[in-house]
């Protein structure tokens, strides 16, 4: 078995980057015992210690089940987890009712070292359209229980569909206030845009602090999603519907594209080795598939889901596959480096497994779960000296006009695009060229803000009538911490733009600052 740091030290005796290593450690990973398969266990937990403070959760539903999910630590802040290095069993069940009488599936499963002591058990043959509640045991311990659902047959059309999407949850810039008030919103689904943890050091004098300096090891990166996962607000909301996750820039390091770094001075080696710690960290504490399962550096986070005929979620992954963004990630006009046909923020393998999923969907609503912003939004004081992000689609624009022109010409019904990342909210009409306002506007974008990264915001940021003026694909945009809540039906989707009076102290109160309507059949946002 590698672990990271024998990986390391081969790839060093080897002087350089080799394929052939990181295979290795990809097949070491999938060797540990297959999900739901009871092995012997070698050993059995001892004491008194909780094994389960880092809760339960449930993701990536379908029509017959979904991923559950826990992991023993009954020391989360160490590295692992207080865990012994041996795999232990544990038992898992699915009941009907939510004390846990009705049993209608179980099984037991092992939690190995090499997976942090995760688990991640796929549920099969339950009811389609169906709430069930769910638990794990070992040895004498018993997890919360959690509540999770199946989605509504694939040919079905449900009535309607609530949920959540949210994003950039730095630890120390604010509480997780948000969660509570969705914990009451009685959602389906929350959809988590990426930015789950941030990887910098703990500094002083902040909300709250990070544990360790900043994130590079398997263990930093199993201690810092341990920290931020421990907090309960963010804990009980996984215990209390399905989520689907996708990762943005700081689930690894700020910026990243591909296997580039923004520092120029990084080795691209160590670079590389660095990856594979997040990514393994990170699907070690997500409801992740094991189609999911990461190999070596490389892990496949895209991915559809359907609630029945009526939405359809692509989750996309725009930071593993991307070019190295123009201009060093600096900000530019749509000159000919923004605009060049080479640069990708989906990859090659990415894109046509998008479009072929959009062809094939038969959904009212077509949406895609991702993480930077769609609208091409400039920054300045005229028309003419606009500076666009390099970080975002802007400094993709050619794949960008691509992919909307796809959308329009395929007529893709109702497509919806939901972003997070930039810690505001938006609210853009999508048109081929965002540019030329009297153009057919082709889809809708959504970008909620962060649910506490950059502290308490503002309701009216500055130079915004100079900003709606520059850019008419904006209807609308504030700078308030938040998430977005979603009312889905045949007919409409209904964006709530949920904001927090106050992330800095506990008591924060959330309520609705403004809702935008799509009606199906016609894109473009209204206010409601
Ligand atoms: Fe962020
Ligand atoms: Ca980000």
């Known amino acids: 078995m590698f672990d990271s740091s024998e990986l390391r030290k081969a790839v060093v ?9 990181f295979l290795a450690y990809g097949a070491a990973l999938s060797s540990v015992p297959v999900l739901g398969q009871v092995a012997q266990a070698t050993t059995r937990l001892r004491g008194t210690d909780d094994p389960f403070t880092l809760g339960v959760a449930s993701g990536d539903p379908d029509e017959q089940g979904m991923v559950l999910w826990t992991r023993l630590a009954p020391n989360p802040l160490d590295p692992d987890g207080g865990m012994p290095a041996a795999a232990v069993e544990v038992e898992w ?3 009907e009712d939510e004390a846990m009488n009705n049993i209608v599936a179980a099984g037991k499963t092992l939690a190995t070292p090499q997976l942090g002591h995760s688990v991640h058990v796929e549920t099969r043959g339950l009811k389609p359209d169906h709430w069930y509640w769910y638990r794990f045991r070992t040895a004498d311990a018993e997890s919360p229980v959690g509540r999770t659902r199946t989605m509504p047959a694939p040919t079905s059309l449900p009535e309607r569909l609530n949920f959540a999407f949210v994003s950039c949850q730095h630890y120390e810039e604010g509480l997780f206030t948000g969660y509570e008030q969705m914990k009451r919103d009685d959602l389906d689904l929350v959809i988590h845009l990426g930015d789950y943890i941030y990887e910098y050091a703990g500094i002083d004098g902040r909300v709250r602090k990070h544990v360790g300096s900043e994130a590079k090891s398997l263990a930093d990166y199993r201690v810092r999603l341990s920290q931020y996962r421990a907090d309960p607000l963010l804990s009980q909301m996984h215990a209390q519907c399905p989520w689907l996750v996708t990762w943005d820039d700081h689930e690894f390091d700020n910026n ?4 580039i770094s923004e520092e120029i001075s990084a080795d691209p080696t160590e670079f590389l080795l660095r990856r594979a710690n997040a990514y393994q960290a990170y699907y070690e504490m997500m409801p992740l598939r094991r189609s999911s399962l990461p190999q070596g550096p490389d892990m496949r986070l895209y ?3 359907k609630f029945g005929r009526l939405a359809e ?7 593993q596959h991307r070019t190295d963004q123009p201009n060093r990630d600096r900000s530019s006009p749509l000159n000919d480096f923004a605009l060049s046909r080479e640069n990708s923020l989906l990859g090659r393998q990415q894109r046509n497994w998008l479009k072929s999923s959009l062809i094939q969907s038969h959904a009212t609503w077509n949406v895609l779960a991702q993480q930077v912003m769609m609208g091409m939004v400039g920054f300045g004081r005229t028309q ?4 666009y992000s390099m970080d975002q689609w802007p400094g993709y624009t050619y794949e960008r006009m691509r992919l909307i022109e796809f959308l329009d010409e395929r007529r893709i019904p109702n497509p919806v695009v939901l972003t997070g990342d930039i810690h505001s909210n938006w609210v853009n009409d999508l048109r081929i060229d ?5 153009d057919p506007v082709v889809a809708t974008e959504f970008v909620g803000t962060s649910i506490s990264s950059g502290g308490n915001g503002q309701v009216a940021p500055r130079n915004l009538d100079q900003l709606l003026k520059n850019n008419p694909c904006v209807k609308f945009h504030n700078q308030e911490r938040g998430y977005v809540r979603c009312h889905v039906t045949p007919k409409t989707w209904t964006s709530d733009y949920m904001v927090i009076s106050d992330v800095t102290q506990p008591g924060g109160t959330v309520t609705s600052r403004a809702s935008y309507v799509v009606e199906a059949g016609r894109a473009g946002a209204q206010q409601a």
Request: charged share 35%; no cysteine.
């Open 434 to 438: 965002d540019r030329k306002a009297d």
């Open 256 to 259: 990243y594209a591909g296997g």
């Open 313 to 319: 979620f692509q989750v996309l992954d725009t930071r």
């Open 384 to 387: 003419e000296s606009l500076r």
């Open 303 to 305: 991915r559809g889901a």
């Open 93 to 95: 069940m699915v009941a």
């Open 13 to 21: 005796a080897e002087g350089g980057l080799s394929r052939r290593l």
